[in-house]
């Protein structure tokens, strides 16, 4: 079970309170820093029979392999479910029949007399049912058991919900911290990689582990001043949409973020370049452009014809070089 260095020392404190944690906690930060390896690993150092003496799961005992194997008996985990009946296909939700399920385990005496634990991952994904159903269980939560809610969306949960739980913002490394876990992982270039992850370094570690000629061509075409809708329209329609449009919006963010403060994030590599087109954008159509690049990403889930899709989000994009 992965441990990060950036999150040390709150697992030190919440194992040093383990006998007084609030009977639900809410795991939120950013995607990418390792919220669920944290909750996972939390869990387990609660269930560990011979726990070290920093708190922290030894690895050894027969609960630890009983987690490591999915089948320790005082631990649940709810996800959206995978729906056989659609070629397999994972819900994005997490329905009321899931944390239903979960009344007969919470009615039970525990099998080793400690905690028995509940994760939610990503709790934001509970509909409205289920978000209710489970409000009732926190509302008047059993003995000795820890709901463990992790999410990226903490707005999307009821307040209600919120306010019967203690919530912890997840540690961010800081990028030194970031680029050091990324070398030690061997990542010759780590802060490329962690600049366009937004400095989440899983998600950079992600980065670093893909083919990235697709990605850097697609750069280089909407960077160029002779750039053809049509042309990267018919190159990259069968590339994944929300792919496309999230390396559009990064960039959009790179050319506002240079114009109006000289800072570029996602893209440092490609400075130069956004140097150059940030001077020719019109910044108010730029906004303008980057909240419709929003909307297209909710859209492009959805069945589109790719190629007119991205086509279109070009030509808008070219127009707003071709204004000033």
Known sequence: MKNYPWHKKLMEKLLRSRETLPHALILKG??????????????????????HESGEACDACQACSWFANGLHPDFRKIEPEIDTSDSGKKSSRITIDLIRSLSAFTNMTTHRNGYRIILIHPADAMNLPAANALLKTLEEPPGKTLFILVTSRPNQL????????????????KPAEGEAWLRENGIT?????LA???????????LASEDSSLKNRFLDEIGSSSLDP???????????????LRWLQKWCHDLSSFAFSGKIRYFPDFSDRIRTVSTRMDRIGLARFQRKLCEAQRMSTHPVNARLFIEEMMLTYRALMDSQ
């Open 30 to 51: 950013r995607d990418g820093t390792g919220k669920l390896d944290f909750a996972n690993r939390l869990a387990q150092s609660l269930l560990c029979e011979s726990p």
């Open 158 to 173: 009821l307040p209600t919900m919120v306010s019967r739980c203690h919530a912890l913002a997840m540690p961010f490394p």
């Open 189 to 193: 270039n780590p802060a490329s990689f």
């Open 196 to 206: 366009e992850a937004g400095h989440a370094p899983l998600a950079a570690l992600q």
């Open 230 to 244: 049509i042309s990267v329209a018919e190159t990259f329609h069968k590339t994944e949409l929300s792919l496309i």
